[in-house]
């Protein structure tokens, strides 16, 4: 590689030695294999691998730097600035080849965010697990002492995370595969089809499938109600940075004015939740029709009526809060010809959402509870 590159062009160098590797690893020395391989396959934390990508992508654009310096307070001819990387570079190259890492930058993590210090051995980072990034700071390390070359290193960190994206893609068409030897039989009913949702909202880290259990209701009937549904925000998009009224927003068909905003709740809604929506109702630029809160926890009948008040303050906007499997019920026997669309919908939803939304475990998860449902198991 040359410093004439680009670091699109960089990656694009990297991507296919990757390729042209994937099968095996260059990297002869046994412990800085293992330590990529480990930061990679840290699932509880995607901050490292963009972390680790971002800086050695920072020293092959820019030979001077040092590696460990991915923060321009530190000051120095050798100091970058590894968010503009991250941000800039790696996030377009990451989205166009799938790789199984966040979407956002490592920077703005809180164990990141705001240093203004070498990361280097010897400063330990705050942040879980410790191990992950205790490994990170050894490989910025092994580059800086010129024990590995940026180059290799940053290739053997793609060709894991194109060996992992194949693992996780594989063993979802496996699952799906099951699914398809039991088209034919008789659809699940609409309570049967609860049940199983049911079971998949109360796996663990399951805070954004209210959300499509919502969002696919309307996109399997949104036509018979001539209402369409917004595009979706991203998990961990605040309303105020997206500038959105809640997690969901129904608009006319034909009318781009919102007339019903969704906010979920995986906890019990209180009064200070129906304060605040009052607060976005007001400022919204027209009248909204509906706002509801759908949780999963219990429903406090004083919350209900305090939430009722607000019909003839808001000059007709309703407040509610439903339960999302009573909502779900409802909409399956209300629309029952459709249900099967609905599971597709959702099952659709599910697989196509980030892994830092929904977990791979969690779409593995409703796949076998599927499967498991229409075999009869």
């Given at each position: 590689?040359?410093?004439?590159?680009?670091?699109?062009?960089?990656?694009?160098?990297?991507?296919?030695?990757?390729?042209?590797?994937?099968?095996?690893?260059?990297?002869?020395n046994v412990t800085m294999r293992e330590r990529v391989d480990d930061i990679c396959r840290c699932m509880s934390n995607r901050s490292g691998?963009?972390?680790?990508?971002?800086?050695?992508?920072?020293?092959?654009?820019?030979?001077?730097?040092?590696?460990?310096?991915?923060?321009?307070?530190?000051?120095?001819?050798?100091?970058?600035?590894?968010?503009?990387?991250?941000?800039?570079?790696?996030?377009?190259?990451?989205?166009?080849?799938?790789?199984?890492?966040?979407?956002?930058?490592?920077?703005?993590?809180?164990?990141?965010?705001?240093?203004?210090?070498?990361?280097?051995?010897?400063?330990?980072?705050?942040?879980?697990?410790?191990?992950?990034?205790?490994?990170?700071?050894?490989?910025?390390?092994?580059?800086?002492?010129?024990?590995?070359?940026?180059?290799?290193?940053?290739?053997?960190?793609?060709?894991?995370?194109?060996?992992?994206?194949?693992?996780?893609?594989?063993?979802?068409?496996?699952?799906?595969?099951?699914?398809?030897?039991?088209?034919?039989?008789?659809?699940?009913?609409?309570?049967?089809?609860?049940?199983?949702?049911?079971?998949?909202?109360?796996?663990?880290?399951?805070?954004?499938?209210?959300?499509?259990?919502?969002?696919?209701?309307?996109?399997?009937?949104?036509?018979?109600l001539f209402e369409c549904l917004l595009p979706l925000n991203s998990h961990n998009a605040a309303d105020m940075q997206t500038g959105s009224?809640?997690?969901?927003?129904?608009?006319?068909?034909?009318?781009?004015?919102?007339?019903?905003?969704?906010?979920?709740?995986?906890?019990?809604?209180?009064?200070?939740?129906?304060?605040?929506?009052?607060?976005?109702?007001?400022?919204?630029?027209?009248?909204?029709?509906?706002?509801?809160?759908?949780?999963?926890?219990?429903?406090?009948?004083?919350?209900?009526?305090?939430?009722?008040?607000?019909?003839?303050?808001?000059?007709?906007?309703?407040?509610?809060?439903?339960?999302?499997?009573?909502?779900?019920?409802?909409?399956?026997?209300?629309?029952?010809?459709?249900?099967?669309?609905?599971?597709?919908?959702?099952?659709?939803?599910?697989?196509?959402?980030?892994?830092?939304?929904?977990?791979?475990?969690?779409?593995?998860?409703?796949?076998?509870?599927?499967?498991?449902?229409?075999?009869?198991?």
């Amino acid at each position: 590689m040359t410093t004439q590159q680009t670091p699109e062009q960089i990656l694009q160098t990297v991507y296919d030695r990757a390729i042209a590797t994937r099968a095996k690893t260059v990297i002869k020395n046994v412990t800085m294999r293992e330590r990529v391989d480990d930061i990679c396959r840290c699932m509880s934390n995607r901050s490292g691998v963009r972390l680790l990508m971002a800086c050695l992508l920072g020293k092959l654009h820019n030979p001077i730097v040092d590696p460990r310096k991915p923060y321009t307070e530190i000051g120095g001819n050798d100091s970058f600035s590894g968010r503009t990387y991250d941000e800039r570079f790696l996030t377009p190259f990451i989205h166009e080849h799938r790789l199984p890492v966040n979407s956002t930058t490592a920077f703005l993590t809180p164990t990141l965010r705001n240093l203004d210090h070498p990361l280097t051995t010897d400063h330990a980072l705050v942040g879980r697990p410790r191990d992950l990034y205790k490994k990170t700071l050894e490989l910025l390390e092994d580059v800086a002492k010129q024990r590995i070359g940026a180059d290799v290193l940053l290739v053997e960190t793609v060709r894991v995370l194109l060996q992992l994206r194949d693992e996780k893609l594989a063993r979802i068409t496996s699952l799906l595969g099951t699914l398809k030897r039991t088209e034919g039989a008789l659809p699940l009913s609409s309570e049967a089809i609860v049940t199983l949702i049911h079971q998949h909202l109360v796996c663990k880290n399951a805070s954004r499938l209210p959300v499509l259990v919502v969002a696919a209701a309307y996109q399997t009937a949104g036509m018979l109600l001539f209402e369409c549904l917004l595009p979706l925000n991203s998990h961990n998009a605040a309303d105020m940075q997206t500038g959105s009224l809640g997690d969901l927003e129904i608009c006319l068909v034909g009318d781009d004015s919102i007339v019903t905003v969704y906010e979920m709740k995986m906890k019990r809604v209180t009064q200070e939740d129906i304060d605040i929506a009052v607060t976005k109702i007001v400022r919204a630029p027209k009248q909204i029709h509906n706002y509801l809160f759908v949780t999963t926890d219990t429903i406090d009948p004083v919350v209900v009526q305090y939430a009722a008040a607000f019909y003839e303050k808001t000059d007709g906007t309703e407040i509610a809060i439903l339960d999302c499997v009573g909502f779900l019920r409802h909409f399956l026997h209300l629309f029952h010809r459709i249900r099967s669309d609905y599971l597709n919908a959702y099952q659709a939803l599910v697989l196509n959402e980030a892994d830092s939304a929904i977990s791979q475990t969690l779409k593995e998860a409703f796949l076998a509870l599927r499967q498991a449902a229409e075999s009869g198991e």
